[in-house]
């Protein structure tokens, strides 16, 4: 689906969103699906638009849904993202050719984590002729080196994970934290873009950030009262309903988001 001249989305092969920008230099493809069998198929729909060759393919976090498929673009295309991307995707290569991957990875079959080979700390722009690409690392929140990727110029913005329509949940992870993300969504939201292409879910604009940002503070306010009365996460978990509109990914694992807030909360300095 084309969002802007030359920006194109894809909603359609998987549960994670995907997207390419088409430029005068070639082609940067934001995120790569889940394995590389996915990921041609995204290729396809690159090469259905335009025989420009793919340059760059951009991973905007290191969750396996966002950076399986890059096998299929490298060494074609350079991988890029975050450092601290890098340093898990990294380290995730090298417990799968240890064999120490968790079950759920090697259901997904064979195919080789491969880590980004071009990265930044805080902030790069790739400038692909007419085309300003701006990547921008907000704060994290979601995972500890998420970025987001800007055109400034076509008012586009692809989130990543940082922001989806609706959710108002951070991931349970460990290099996630809820105080990030609800300050990189405060970021976000300075940001001059009509269109939101999110990590999954739908399309957004800007106007739909407050709203994760609210569902964000009630959900953290619910859990601080636990925190604050001196009771145990355990009983959190156990009462604490899941938020209805919330991305049904995070319903199996949403006992896992409580606890890792609960402890954001515990470790941090402005409870
Ligand atoms: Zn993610």
Known sequence: MQVAPNVYVITTLSFSNCGFIVTDEGVVAVDTQLVPLIAREMIKEITAVTDKPIKYAINTHWHTDHIGGNEAFFPEARIIAHELTRQVITQRRKDQEEGKVDESIKQLGEFKFIPPDITFDHNMTL??????????FLGGGHTGGDIVVYLPKERVLFSGDLFIKGSGLPDYRDDSNIDQLIASLKKMQGLDVDKIICGHMVIAEKKD???????????????????????????????????????????????????????????????
């Not at 400038?127 to 921008?136: F, N």
Request: charged share 30%; no cysteine; hydrophobic share 35%.
């Open 127 to 136: 400038y692909m002729g007419a085309t300003r690409i701006e990547l921008k």
């Open 209 to 271: 950030i407050q709203e994760s940002i609210d569902k964000l503070l009630a959900f953290r306010k619910q859990v601080k009262a636990y925190v604050d009365a001196g009771t145990p996460p355990e009983k959190a978990a156990d009462s604490i309903p899941f938020p209805s509109g919330e991305n049904p990914f995070y319903q199996q694992n949403f006992k896992k988001v409580i606890y890792k807030v609960y402890s954001d909360i515990k470790n941090s300095k402005q409870r």
